[in-house]
């Protein structure tokens, strides 16, 4: 049973940081990539980062790069988001994804495992 639990979320001034962290279980191997993505009120989830197995690999949508930062612990079995300098448009809830079938662009969502979610204000 694969289970992502995100945590970190919370209420920021705009120009301020938060990690996010996603612990993964279940999977039988490490060799999954990992991935955030995002979804603001009324509109549809879009792709912030991907990171791969080894996390020496990411992608990050435009919006976020050179803000955002993507890592993995695999001891830990865990992925981050360093996210810095952030902005008003930045609220939303932000998702873990997972999937051992899928490169770190992580395109293909209805394949991916998903996490609860975990608000992120920014005002």
């Known amino acids: 049973h694969v289970q992502l639990v995100e945590s970190g979320g919370e209420s920021m001034q705009a120009g301020g940081s938060l990690r996010l962290s996603c612990a993964a279980s279940?999977?039988?191997?490490?060799?999954?990539?990992m991935g955030w993505f995002r979804q603001a009120p009324g509109k549809e989830r879009e792709r912030d980062a991907g990171?791969?197995?080894?996390?020496?690999?990411?992608y990050y949508a435009d919006s976020v790069k050179g803000r955002f930062t993507v890592s993995r612990d695999n001891a830990e079995r865990t992925v981050y988001l360093q996210m810095d300098s952030l902005k008003p448009e930045d609220t939303a809830v932000y998702y873990c994804?997972?999937?051992?079938?899928?490169?770190?662009?992580?395109?293909?969502?209805?394949?991916?495992?998903w996490g609860q979610g975990t608000q992120v204000t920014v005002s």
């Open positions: 279940g999977f039988t191997s490490d060799n999954v990539c």
């Open positions: 994804a997972a999937d051992p079938f899928s490169s770190f662009f992580l395109i293909n969502p209805a394949g991916h495992s």
């Open positions: 990171i791969d197995v080894d996390g020496t690999t990411s």
